[in-house]
């Protein structure tokens, strides 16, 4: 299997509070990866660190034949403002923005692109609408016509399916199955181990650090699960300092 991203003891503090502690390992590309583990485990200062919304140096995320700046990256629904004035096509098609350039214009082609890919996730017709007007399951399928529309071999998820009911689930789950057969790489911090069971090959399981990482069957355990769940009571009782070495710190990030 090829490596499409490695983690070299990768440590994120925020005001040297380790998030992520010592974490190694790889990504496999063409595969579908899912991150999961307790509430505050890390899991999504490790997601930005790789796509360079926190500091990670390169010798700790290093890629294999891609680009950071290729990368589609959805993030925890929360923190997604949906007042923002604009149309369901529109949200869209900022998927394009890096073909297009900000200030671009939309082409022709984008659009037709645009239009497909509202199609492919069940929103046909819906590109005039107002994001504000959108069930959060609707919401959602938006943000994937969107990466649709990136046309990115690495895609990096968030809890895309927090929050959001059963039928779009299933379609969304269905589109990332697709995906990996177009031989794109998947890592998605997931908290269902259902949806992890039958659609992700690979898990990696951490608690701040790596508790396990390979197949899913291997990774899914009882045993593993309650390492990891142990771990995180712990960390409520005692919340550490980090004095083994000097990492970079971030400061206020989010
Ligand atoms: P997960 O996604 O696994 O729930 P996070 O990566 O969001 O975990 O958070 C890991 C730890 O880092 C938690 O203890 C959280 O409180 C802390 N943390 C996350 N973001 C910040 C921030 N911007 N400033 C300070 N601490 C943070
Ligand atoms: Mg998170």
Redesign the pocket.
């Given at each position: 299997m090829k490596p499409v991203i490695s983690l070299h003891n990768v440590t994120l503090s925020?005001?040297r509070?380790p998030?992520?502690h010592h974490v190694s390992g790889t990504f496999h590309a063409g595969e579908a990866t899912a991150i999961i583990?307790?509430?505050?485990?890390?899991?999504?200062?490790?997601l930005?660190a790789i796509v360079g919304l926190i500091p990670a140096s390169d010798s700790m995320v290093q890629f294999h034949g891609i680009a950071k700046k290729d990368i589609a990256f959805l993030p925890?629904a929360a923190n997604i403002d949906r007042t923002f004035p604009i149309s369901v096509l529109d949200a869209v098609l900022l998927g394009n923005w890096r073909k297009s350039g900000w200030f671009g214009g939309v082409s022709k082609t984008a659009r037709a692109e645009a239009e497909a890919a509202l199609i492919k996730v069940g929103l046909e017709g819906f590109g005039p609408r107002h994001i504000g007007s959108l069930s959060s399951g609707q919401f959602q399928r938006v943000l994937f016509a969107r990466i649709l529309l990136q046309n990115s071999p690495l895609i990096l998820l968030?809890?895309p399916f927090t929050a959001i009911d059963a039928r779009t689930t299933q379609d969304l789950l269905h589109l990332i199955d697709h995906w990996r057969y177009e031989g794109r790489t998947i890592i998605s911090?997931l908290h269902d181990y259902e949806q992890v069971k039958n659609h992700f090959s690979e898990s990696l399981l951490?608690a701040?650090e790596c508790i396990a990482w390979g197949p899913t069957t291997e990774v899914l355990t009882k045993a593993n699960l309650q390492k990891a769940n142990a771990m995180a009571e712990n960390?409520i009782e005692n919340a550490a300092v980090c004095h083994r070495d000097e990492q970079p710190q971030?400061e206020?990030?989010?």
């Open positions: 925020y005001h509070h998030a992520v583990g307790p509430n505050g485990a890390g899991k999504s200062t490790l930005k925890q968030d809890e911090v951490m701040k960390w971030v206020g990030a989010h």
